[in-house]
């Protein structure tokens, strides 16, 4: 199916972290883009990250979404608010949504209320925030939740909680650590429509999840980044960066049935984990 890349909606220049004098992660550089299908709506961007625990993923993430202060290098999103073509800006602390492994949720707040909250820096009248809650929850699937509190919720309830709460303070862009990880197969199914939903919902819609299922990588993302200790000159660096990136739209697999060239690429990709 043909596709077009357009604006540019994420740029990672020369990231490096550390901690006190050890490096964590370093000169990690990657761009992202719109990309528009023919015939297609809505497409939003699904990008993975793998790689070996302790490679600097959560690193990543962590300053990816302004939870961790970068040591060097810059992180640009584009500015939505700016109807520029290509106008970016500064990530800061807020700008792209966190879901993390436990899906964190207020223990003393109703799915409601808790929703209600997280739109609380909006410009929306009150009007306006009940009527957001209400397509959404119901687009969600979580009408029947609405007044029930975190330890009423199925994990997947939760999660589409906790992803919801992030795309409406944060709008465009989200990242998840491990969705996958736990799940049974129910779960996993219902992690699937909410990428599913995050991007028919807008073509400008970027979701960044890492995983240790390369056959799920496969599957759900267009954009698969390698992280892994590099090898520079003969000798194996101790801090994570990107060793490897395919992008499945140019390869062909993207969008496309799990078959013979996602299994070629799978151990494509177990080898170079292997190897970094």
């Not at 899906?103 to 409601?112: E, S």
């Not at 975190?150 to 465009?172: V, W, Y």
Request: with cysteine; net charge negative; proline share 1%.
């Amino acid at each position: 199916m043909k596709h077009e890349y357009k604006e540019t909606l994420l740029y990672v220049e020369n990231l490096s972290v550390a901690y006190d004098d050890t490096i964590i992660i370093k000169d990690i550089n990657l761009t992202e883009k719109d990309v528009v299908r023919e015939g297609v709506d809505c497409t939003g961007q699904v990008i993975a990250f793998v790689g070996r625990s302790g490679r600097g993923k959560s690193t990543f993430f962590k300053a990816l979404t302004g939870l961790v202060a970068c040591t060097n290098g810059k992180i640009l999103i584009r500015d939505f608010e700016n109807s520029e073509p290509n106008a970016a800006k500064l990530v800061k602390e807020g700008d792209i949504g966190f879901v993390d492994q436990k899906y964190t949720l207020f223990r003393h707040k109703t799915v409601h209320q808790a929703l209600k909250f997280s739109l609380r820096k909006t410009a929306l009248s009150n009007a306006e925030k009940e009527s957001k809650i209400k397509e959404y929850v119901k687009l969600w699937g979580l009408e029947n939740c609405i007044d029930k509190y975190p330890n009423e919720l199925s994990g997947g309830q939760r999660q589409r909680t906790a992803i919801i709460e992030q795309l409406f303070s944060s709008d465009n862009f989200i990242v998840l650590d491990e969705p996958f990880s736990g799940l049974d197969v129910g779960n996993i199914q219902e992690v699937k429509k909410s990428f599913d939903l995050l991007c028919k919902s807008s073509e400008f819609n970027t979701i960044i999840f890492s995983t240790h299922d390369i056959e799920l990588a496969l599957e759900m993302a267009q954009t698969i980044y390698v992280v892994g200790y590099p090898t520079i000159n003969g000798k194996q660096e101790k801090y994570g960066t990107i060793v490897a990136k395919y992008d499945l739209r140019d390869i062909g697999l993207a969008w496309t049935e799990f078959g013979e060239g996602h299994r070629k690429l799978y151990k494509e990709i177990v080898h170079q984990m292997m190897i970094s």
